[in-house]
């Protein structure tokens, strides 16, 4: 080799790759954990249900420490809000360029104040808030390697993915949930970069927890294609409920601002009095639901006994996320799904279209659809379920239910869950190009509107230059009679707050061709 050659050799790949992996470490490390003190918390917290009595003085004074909880986080919550909830619209707002915060206030508030949420019983998943931690910690990584605009991003995203894939051990649908829900964006250096990122830390987490899959069900056998028809069934159902448990988590934020005897960041208090009896009367649902999927797994309960499980984790769960305490929706999808998969199997059986010993098939194959057709995220649903189960022998019929519950939605006008949450968060772009200039990529597919045009043609968004045109691994120096076309990638620079409406107006131009 020539030394012009190796002098000009291009290392952008492999650092992409190496600042993956540093990400995926640290975020590994802090998530496992996150998650080995969640769940000794929630064991302790079970423990503490399992000897409490009504009518001793142990009683009251964990009433008082429930509600000394409530007021703490919710003090928290009200200090730095960025760490409220679940913490997927922020990265996502973030990452779209809506605001930005700084990372070490939201970092060990939303960290601490999970914990203590999550772990006490309240009906939260850990893996929205393992999101965010993960993004946060890359964006303190960054900052440390003082890096800017699409390295910056680059990093959060990294972090993100790695996030969910210590939370869940399933780092292919981590990286790929960074992709189509969060990011938007398919570019080398972003996919690389959350790949690397999300398979060191799943590696972490391993370590740590094991090699087994999260949600581990061990299913005998494969549905038959002759009953195949009930997973169109199950898809159409799970996709009507799906809209309903968007209509109803869009809304319980405003209903709790109808309690006017409590201050908003208390609103914690609700919650955390209301999962009391709960844990006395139900100690295994406690939780985001993971313990509870794999013991109806191995032993579902009747039709009756399902249906009040669902109710109760469906109302509760509303009420826990509405309150605005750190924790996620994730798990506790997967659970309703997991449930309504064992509803619908019970009622199947009941009218003799379906074998006894395949309730379990079903809540695997709704755990995927419920999720699919809430997020319209059908890819990472079906990936997601098929490593936390580990196996890809049901990937079939999986996919199906996913497919038929995320076009029900869709077609119903169900938005992806949590870009309405970000909608609703209300922070506004502002519309002018002050400040300094970022630079990210916007992917044309196929059927593009604005493809096959010059770009004289288009109607170019105000405030930001097309630098180049990424045709597979080409650059192109874009001139006024530069044809587009199906796989294009455009490379676009404009000031960082204007990044998120400048992409609003590609997409309108992908759609109709002014």
């Known amino acids: 080799m020539s030394k012009v050659n190796r002098h000009n050799r291009d290392w952008t790949i492999l650092k992409t790759a190496g600042r993956g992996c540093l990400v995926g470490v640290v975020v590994g490390a802090g998530v496992s954990l996150f998650r080995w003190l969640i769940e000794w918390l929630l064991g302790t917290t079970r423990q503490i249900y399992a000897h409490l009595s009504l009518t001793s003085v142990g009683f009251w004074l964990w ?45 060990w508030r939303k960290f601490v104040g999970g914990i203590l949420a999550i772990g006490s019983g309240l009906y939260l998943g850990r893996e929205g808030p393992s999101i965010q931690l993960g993004a946060t910690a890359a964006q303190g990584l960054a900052e440390a390697g003082h890096l800017h605009g699409a390295d910056r991003r680059i990093m959060i995203a990294s972090g993100a993915a790695a996030g969910l894939s210590a939370a869940f051990n399933a780092p292919i649908a981590g990286t790929l949930f960074i992709l189509e829900e969060v990011y938007h964006n398919f570019s080398p250096a972003v996919w690389l970069s959350s790949l690397t990122g999300a398979v060191t830390a799943d590696y972490i987490s391993k370590v740590v927890f094991g090699l087994q899959p999260v949600l581990y069900i061990k299913l005998t056998r494969s549905l038959p294609q002759s009953q195949y028809f009930l997973l169109l069934l199950l898809g159409i159902g799970l996709g009507l409920l799906g809209v309903l448990y968007q209509w109803v988590i869009l809304r319980v934020g405003y209903w709790y601002s109808l309690l006017q005897f409590l201050p908003r960041y208390l609103d914690g208090i609700v919650p955390f009095l209301l999962v009391i009896p709960i844990g006395l009367t139900l100690p295994l649902t406690l939780g985001g639901g993971n313990e509870m999927i794999i013991t109806f797994a191995q032993h579902v309960p009747g039709l009756v006994p399902l249906m009040g499980y669902f109710l109760l984790r469906f109302v509760f769960s509303m009420i826990s996320y509405g309150s605005g305490l750190p924790g996620g929706i994730f798990l506790p999808i997967l659970t309703l799904g997991a449930l309504l998969g064992a509803i619908a199997g019970r009622i199947f059986i009941g009218l003799g279209w379906l074998s006894p010993n395949m309730a379990a098939n079903m809540m695997v194959y709704a755990m995927a659809g419920y999720f699919a057709g809430i997020s319209k995220a059908p890819f990472t649903a079906i990936l997601l379920i098929t490593e936390m189960v580990g196996t890809l022998q049901h990937l079939l019929p999986l996919a199906m239910v996913a497919i038929v519950a995320y076009l029900t939605v869709d077609v119903c006008g169900g938005q992806p869950i949590y870009d309405a949450l970000l909608k609703q968060m209300q922070f506004p772009t502002v519309k002018s190009l002050h400040g300094p200039l970022d630079r990210f990529e916007f992917p044309l597919f196929e059927g593009a509107a604005m493809t096959e045009h010059m770009i004289r043609d288009l109607n170019w968004p105000k405030d930001a230059i097309l630098a180049a045109v990424r045709r597979g691994d080409r650059y192109l120096i874009p001139h006024g009679d530069t044809v587009i076309k199906g796989g294009d990638t455009l490379v676009v620079v404009t000031g960082v707050r204007q990044r998120q409406r400048v992409t609003e107006d590609l997409i309108r131009l992908t759609k109709q061709f002014n």
């Open 63 to 107: 009433v008082a420490v429930m509600i000394g909880l409530a007021v703490i986080i919710g003090r928290w919550m009200k200090q730095e809000p960025m760490a409220k909830g679940s913490g997927i619209p922020q990265v996502e707002g973030q990452l779209a360029g809506d605001f930005d915060y700084a990372w070490w206030p939201v970092l």
